[in-house]
């Protein structure tokens, strides 16, 4: 089932996300319906509270890339209650996008390799490095789970200048290809 996913202003963007347990509801159920979300919406990561849930999930499906990039072929992956334990001080300057803000594009600077703590959807724990986009997309969908997003991290002076842009985004006075939630 394809999932709305709540635009920039919702408030379940900006609370404290909480730890879920293997007893976590229809988990199984949700994870299909937030990747068959992301696909819908041609994006490369989702976190759970742009889909109204106030939990420590995020997945990535960097299977769109694959055309320009073959290693991520088959690339998707959950991360239950992770935790980014250690970020390189080597940074990258790159443009970002987000599901939750869409039309707005702006350069953010990223850690280039993040380590990270996280459960699988079986609730494997793994602790590992990622580098380049996947760390990149990580460290954004991570910051979701923060109540960050990532024109948070943008010049003040480019906010300024965006400001109009965000509150159409808050209105809900965009296009978007895939279903939205917006305040009224």
């Given at each position: ?160 200048l965006i400001k ?18 917006a305040q009224r």
């Open positions: 089932m394809i999932l709305p996913i709540y635009l920039y202003g919702q408030a379940v963007l900006r609370k404290e996300t909480e730890e879920i347990t293997t007893d976590y509801p229809n988990l199984p159920q949700l994870l299909e319906n937030m990747y068959e979300t992301l696909v819908k919406s041609e994006g490369v990561g989702l976190a759970a509270p742009q889909v109204g849930l106030a939990i420590r999930l995020f997945i990535l499906d960097l299977r769109p890339l694959a055309d320009e990039e073959p290693q991520y072929k088959d690339y998707t992956k959950t991360f239950i209650n992770p935790e980014i334990i250690e970020y390189s001080d080597e940074t990258d300057t790159s443009e970002e996008g987000c599901l939750s803000i869409p039309g707005i594009h702006e350069s953010v600077a990223r850690s280039k390799k993040v380590l990270i703590n996280y459960l699988d959807e079986n609730f494997v724990e793994h602790e590992e490095w990622f580098e380049g986009f996947p760390a990149r997309a990580i460290q954004h969908e991570y910051d979701h789970l923060e109540q960050k997003m990532f024109v948070d991290r943008i010049n003040p002076i480019r906010k300024q109009a842009k965000l509150s159409n985004v808050i209105k809900g006075r965009v296009y978007c290809d895939y279903k939205t939630k």
